[in-house]
């Protein structure tokens, strides 16, 4: 057995009588398809969707495998929604398993339309459904020592797909995903690392202990501000752009100068990774603190962030998940608890943008 090794991923093994159905309740069209390989997928850029359809704001591949299939999706992640699981499995089952660079994981696993069991993979001592999970073949101490291990390990044991070198190779079903409203959420989760976190910063407190919509806007501002100072960027145009959020304004040609400030960081990434010895250097040009060229891309990503954030055509319940998500990609620290807070606002980013599509 393989896994998909990268650092931010929602993968989804589902069974159902209808596969395409699955298929459009996750955005996409069945008879619009392309071929491409999980790295080509993981490859891909947001520019990469235009390409593909311009009103995509995600995409998926899907591995069909009679009527079990497998869901990867890179940056965008609509298995997260345990709404949407319950209503793809209503005569089935679905199994999710989504993680992001901060360490922040995510487990479900849904039969028959109902949630069996949801937990935090590093988590294990306050899983919802553990008699579910202690009935499997994968043990707690195969949890402990290498938790993606053990999920993939699930993935196989209840689907029997097996997922190897040949099938990560293999080209599959390419679907861009456009836009989907799901019903309304189950309750919120709150889960240990939350409640943590939430005693000691009392912003986090308030937004855990009523996670309603009128707390968005403080969300992308916490997010914001994580970003920014996790990257080190500072100057009158950041300055800004913070001063917007924090007022919860948006402003479109503030954007613009935004999209040519991370233009100008990803040609510095460009330019710092060609400059590396080339055996010194990662095989492409890897985000991360600890290189030149990885601070540049570390950079852009929280450039990125403000600009989603200042976003004046998005809803504000997708808008403050794509923050979210895309403050992730900054690396934050897990020693000052940010990965922490992004954990939190993460987990109740996508509560609201469920209960915001009913």
Known sequence: MAEID?????????????????????????????????????????????????????????????????????????????????????????????????????????????????????????????????????????????WRVAAFAVGE???????????????????????????????????????AIAAVDPRVARIVAEPTPDKLPEIVNIAAGLAVTTAGIDGPLVEEALRLIANGARSGEVVARLHALRADYSRRSVEAYHACPADSRDSFIAPGHDTTYGRWVVKGAAVAALSLALNPDEELSSLALQVVNMTGGTYLSEENGDVARHHALGTVAYFLAEGENP
């Open 157 to 195: 044991e209840l689907s029997g797909i097996r997922i190897d070198a040949d099938w990560l190779a293999r080209p599959h079903a390419l679907y861009p995903l456009r836009p989907v409203t799901v019903s309304a959420p189950v309750a919120l989760r709150v889960d240990e690392r939350m409640t």
């Open 6 to 146: 990268v650092e931010t991923a929602c993968v989804t093994w589902v069974r159902t009588g209808d596969l395409d159905e699955v298929v459009r309740s996750f955005g996409g069209d069945p008879g619009a398809t392309e071929q491409e390989t999980v790295d080509g997928l993981f490859g891909m850029a947001w520019e990469d969707l235009e390409e593909l359809d311009e009103d995509a704001t995600g995409v998926m591949l899907v591995a069909r495998h009679g009527e079990w299939a497998v869901l990867v999706e890179p940056f965008v992640f609509r298995g997260m929604s345990q709404a949407l699981l319950s209503g793809i499995a209503t005569e089935g089952e679905a199994y999710r398993v989504a993680w992001t660079v901060n360490m922040a994981t995510f487990v479900c696993y849904v039969r028959h339309g109902a949630v069996v069991a949801s937990f935090d993979a590093l988590d294990l001592d306050g899983a919802g459904g553990r008699e579910w999970l202690d009935g499997l073949s994968v043990s707690e101490a195969d949890w402990h020592a290498d």
